[in-house]
C-alpha cells in the first residue's frame, strides 16, 4: 500500500506482470532493514513482495475473486463461476486474504498434480458436442486428435447480429448501453446484458436503478436463483443482466408476443478474449430459427483493446472529431477486434501446449510411481521388492566408498552408514572389512541383513511382517513424491531463464526431471532400506491417511490362529519432537516413532 505506480513498480497489461523499479527496491530495503533485497539470505522477502504487488495490482476484488464470510473465492474467468475449494498456490492466496483483511490460511501443499489434457487423454474414447468448437478445431486436432465436424443447424439462423459500436470511453459505453436497454424496455423486447465481470455487472445494475428499470442480475454473488431467472428471461419487458455464467447451454424460452417486437436482444457489453464465450453469450437469441438481434458495445478503454494497442484508433476518433455521444460502428473495427481475440486465443493455446509439454515429463514419472504404489496395494507378499531395495542400498553404498586403489577405500563410511541405517551398531565392524573385495563387503552385509530381517519377520509373524512392508513402502513413496512435485514445480518456476544462455528450457527440464526423479527413486529405496531394518513395531500398526481401512493385528490370545482385521485405531497423538510416552527419555522421532 506504500508503493505507487510507475514510481515504485511497473505492471504490464499484457502479461498482467508487475515489477519493481530501483525505487520500488530501496523502498522495500529501507522499510524491512536489509541491505540487499537480491540478497540469497532475502529470498523468500522478495518473493512475498512480489506476491503482494500481484495481489494488490493485478488480482481485482469481484473480477478474479469474491469476499464470501471471510474467505477468498476465485472466480472462473471463463465460466463466471464460483470456484469453491480452490486456492491460488505459491503464497498467492495469503497475499491476497492480507490485502482483504480476511483470515490468513495455511498454504496448501500439492499432494498430486495432472494437467486437463492428460486427464482427458487417459479416457479410451473421446468425443464431445459444443455449438463453439470450430473456433478451437486447431487445438483439438493437435492435443487430441479429434476433428470438429460442424453439423447443419435445424432452421436457418434469423438472428440479426449487429457490427460493434465502439466508443471512446468506458463511461460513455456505459451510458449507451444503459439507453439502449431502456427504449428496448420501453417497447417490451426482453433483453439479456452479457457481461465479462461480476463488477461490470454491478455497473451496468446501478445505472438501470437511475432509469427505474426493474431487472434481475444473474452472476457468481447470487447463482442460486440461476435457474428462476433464466426462466423467466424471454418474458416481455425481462431485463437479464449475467456474467459469462449464463452464456452456457441455458435455452431461453421467447415469451408470448415475443417474436413481434423482435425476439431476444442480447446486448454484449465487451468483447471477452476467447470468441467461444462471445459466441455462446450470442447463441442464447434466435434459437430454432427465431428471430433475435445481437449487438457488441466497445470502447478503446476495454482490457482486450488496451492490450492490444487501441492507441492509434483512439488518435484517429480523436481527430475526427468523434466525443462518447458518436460510436464508431465499422466492420474493419470488428475485423480488428477479432484478429485481437485470435491472437489472444493463440497465445492462450501455445501456453496450453507448452504446459502440456512440461506435463508430459512429468506424466512419464506419474504413471511409473502410480504404477508402483498399485502394485504395493494389490499385492499380498512385498518382501521380494523390500530385500529388492536393500540390495540396492547396500550395492549402492559399497560401490561409493571402494572407488580407486584398495588403500584409499573408506571402509569406515561404509560401517557407519550399516550401523545408522541397517544393523545394530557392532554388527559389523571395519575389522570385518578389512582384506576383503569389494563383492566380499557386500556379500557380507547382505549376509548379516538378511540373518536380521529373518529374525525380524519372526518375532513379528510373517502376517504382520507384510503389513509392515506395505507400511513403509506406502509412506517412502508418498513422501518423497510429494516433495518432489514440489521441486519440479520450483525447477520449473526459474527453467525459462535457461533461454539466455542459448539452452531449450523444455530440453533442461526433461534431462533435470529425469536426474532429480533417478535421485528420489534412490532415496526411496534408502528410505525403506532403513525403515524396514530400523524401525520398532508395536501394536498402533496402520497405514494412516495412505489407505484408510482395516489394518492387520495379530490375535493376543496366542493360541496362533489366523489373524483377525480389526478396525484402525488412531493411536495418541505425539509430536516427533516430544519426549517419547514410554519414559526413556529419547524424542520419540528416536524411540517408538522411528517408523512412523
Known sequence: RMLSAETDYTYEESTKGVTLTDAGVEKAEKAFGIDNLFDLTHVRLNHAINQSLKAHVSMHNDVDYVVQEGEIIIVDGFTGRLMKGRRYSDGLHQAIEAKEGVEIQNESMTMATITFQNYFRMYQKLSGMTGTAKTEEEEFRNIYNMNVVAIPTNKPIARDDRPDLIFASMEGKYKAVAADIAERHK????????????????????????YKIPHNVLNAKNHEREAEIIANAGTQGAVTIATNMAGRGTDIKPGEGVMELGGLAVIGTERHESRRIDNQLRGRSGRQGNPGITQFYLSLEDELMRRFGSDNMKNMMMKLGMDDSQPLQ???VSRAVESAQKRVEGNNFDARKRL????????????????????????DNMRVLVESMIQETIDNVVALYTQGEQRDWNLKAID????ANLLDEGDLKVE???GKSAEEINQLISNAVQVRYDEKEEHLTPERMREFEKVILLR??????????DAMDQLRQGIHLRAYGQNDPLREYQQEGFAMFEDMVASIREDVAKYAMKAEIHNNLEREEVAKGQAVNPKEDGGGSAPKKQPVRK??????NDLCPCGSGKKFKNCHGAGQ
Open 416 to 419: 557407519d552408514f550399516v550401523a
Open 330 to 332: 465499422s466492420k474493419v
Open 476 to 485: 517412502s513413496i508418498d513422501t518423497k513424491w510429494i516433495d518432489h512435485i
Open 432 to 434: 570385518d572389512f578389512q
Open 571 to 576: 493411536a495418541e497423538n505425539v509430536g516427533r
Open 356 to 379: 502440456l509439454q512440461y506435463d508430459d515429463v512429468l506424466r512419464q514419472q506419474r504413471e511409473i510411481i502410480y504404477k508402483e504404489r498399485y502394485d504395493v496395494l494389490e499385492t
Open 187 to 210: 417497447a417490451g423486447q426482453p433483453v439479456l446484458v452479457g457481461t465479462v465481470a461480476i463488477e461490470t455487472s454491478e455497473i451496468i445494475s446501478n445505472l438501470l436503478n437511475k
